[in-house]
């Protein structure tokens, strides 16, 4: 067999690469426009539970962009008490494959890059979607995508108010501090879920319960407001989507009924989001076939389950970067 060399980039090469905040963006706009004109395939993610979900679960995603020339499987484990063992709660490992042969083209440590392009999809949600002059943010959950929430929304709106909330004490203010620091503004640290979303423009809810509680009550949704929720159970009352004006996805193929898990799991089994009521998968307003908000007075509710064209589509934007820096390893195959 011909002499095959894979590329290796570890979490150290990874934090060292430092995608930009706009390079993370173009990255996963770029995944969306291929998305939108059928360029990729996006298969559902699938789930290994090794004892029980609220203790932790594997999120296994698999997709192909055919622009990049790559397809890619990325298996993220996601343990709620990792902290304990001064671990992350989300691990993962992204590898990238040669769709034509099906060889192995890389290895990347790809927690970073889960936590990156979770805060892109959010930010891009909010891009096209939020209030244009959204000003007040309200944050629920600190694990390490709830960073790069706010880092690249802040990007986008450079909010006069954010604020943020999550169940231990310890872990908020940690956060808080960081954002803080990298930010270079003033983070509000609440005690409840009412005190963090009441009358915020844009609602961000990455909480992590052990079964559906609905937490995040209708009522403290103002009108035109965006709500984003992405926990594995659902935090929201049922009456929440009678609010809304318009329903947005990721994926319409992982959100609809048949699937476990997920924020709007139970709106979409009892029939109160169907594909006939959805008004778009994100993709379709990024590639223009439809349009994102239409005036201040829109309640719109955006949900993404994440997507493995997004993995890979930073995946291959730290081998560029790698490449010109000389940053990586080789690997005999």
């Given at each position: 067999?011909?002499?095959?060399?894979?590329?290796?980039?570890?979490?150290?090469?990874?934090?060292?690469?430092?995608?930009?905040?706009?390079?993370?963006?173009?990255?996963?706009?770029?995944?969306?426009?291929?998305?939108?004109?059928?360029?990729?395939?996006?298969?559902?993610?699938?789930?290994?539970?090794?004892?029980?979900?609220?203790?932790?679960?594997?999120?296994?995603?698999?997709?192909?962009?055919?622009?990049?020339?790559?397809?890619?499987?990325?298996?993220?484990?996601?343990?709620?008490?990792?902290?304990?063992?001064?671990?992350?709660?989300?691990?993962?490992?992204?590898?990238?494959?040669?769709?034509?042969?099906?060889?192995?083209?890389?290895?990347?440590?790809a927690t970073r890059i889960t936590d990156m392009r979770t805060g892109a999809m959010t930010a891009l949600g909010a891009r096209?979607?939020?209030?244009?002059?959204?000003?007040?943010?309200?944050?629920?959950?600190?694990?390490?995508?709830?960073?790069?929430?706010?880092?690249?929304?802040?990007?986008?709106?450079?909010?006069?108010?954010?604020?943020?909330?999550?169940?231990?004490?310890?872990?908020?203010?940690?956060?808080?501090?960081?954002?803080?620091?990298?930010?270079?503004?003033?983070?509000?640290?609440?005690?409840?879920?009412?005190?963090?979303?009441?009358?915020?423009?844009?609602?961000?809810?990455?909480?992590?319960?052990?079964?559906?509680?609905?937490?995040?009550?209708?009522?403290?949704?103002?009108?035109?407001?965006?709500?984003?929720?992405?926990?594995?159970?659902?935090?929201?009352?049922?009456?929440?989507?009678?609010?809304?004006?318009?329903?947005?996805?990721?994926?319409?193929?992982?959100?609809?009924?048949?699937?476990?898990?997920?924020?709007?799991?139970?709106?979409?089994?009892?029939?109160?989001?169907?594909?006939?009521t959805l008004y778009a998968e994100l993709c379709d307003i990024v590639g223009e076939k439809l349009p994102g908000r239409e005036?201040?007075?829109e309640t719109i509710l955006f949900w993404h389950r994440g997507l493995s064209i997004t993995d890979i589509a930073l995946g291959?934007?730290?081998?560029?970067?790698?490449?010109?820096?000389?940053?990586?390893?080789?690997?005999?195959?």
């Amino acid at each position: 067999m011909t002499d095959v060399q894979i590329n290796y980039l570890n979490g150290a090469d990874v934090a060292r690469l430092s995608l930009t905040d706009h390079e993370i963006m173009e990255a996963v706009s770029g995944a969306l426009a291929a998305q939108s004109h059928g360029q990729t395939v996006v298969e559902p993610r699938v789930h290994l539970v090794p004892e029980s979900s609220d203790k932790g679960h594997f999120n296994v995603l698999r997709g192909v962009i055919q622009p990049l020339g790559l397809a890619g499987v990325k298996i993220v484990g996601d343990f709620v008490d990792n902290y304990k063992q001064n671990l992350p709660s989300e691990m993962a490992v992204l590898n990238l494959f040669d769709p034509v042969t099906g060889m192995l083209k890389a290895i990347i440590d790809a927690t970073r890059i889960t936590d990156m392009r979770t805060g892109a999809m959010t930010a891009l949600g909010a891009r096209f979607l939020a209030p244009r002059n959204s000003r007040i943010l309200g944050h629920i959950g600190t694990r390490g995508t709830a960073y790069w929430n706010i880092r690249l929304l802040d990007h986008l709106f450079d909010f006069e108010e954010i604020r943020v909330h999550s169940r231990r004490t310890e872990s908020r203010q940690a956060f808080a501090q960081r954002l803080e620091q990298d930010l270079g503004k003033k983070v509000t640290i609440t005690t409840t879920w009412e005190a963090c979303l009441d009358g915020a423009d844009i609602l961000v809810e990455a909480s992590r319960l052990p079964e559906p509680t609905p937490l995040l009550k209708t009522e403290w949704v103002r009108k035109g407001a965006l709500i984003i929720p992405y926990g594995t159970m659902s935090a929201l009352e049922l009456s929440l989507t009678d609010v809304v004006d318009k329903v947005v996805v990721d994926d319409w193929g992982q959100c609809g009924p048949g699937r476990p898990y997920g924020a709007l799991r139970q709106h979409v089994d009892q029939g109160k989001i169907t594909r006939e009521t959805l008004y778009a998968e994100l993709c379709d307003i990024v590639g223009e076939k439809l349009p994102g908000r239409e005036n201040d007075d829109e309640t719109i509710l955006f949900w993404h389950r994440g997507l493995s064209i997004t993995d890979i589509a930073l995946g291959a934007a730290l081998l560029g970067k790698a490449d010109r820096l000389g940053i990586g390893q080789k690997l005999q195959f």
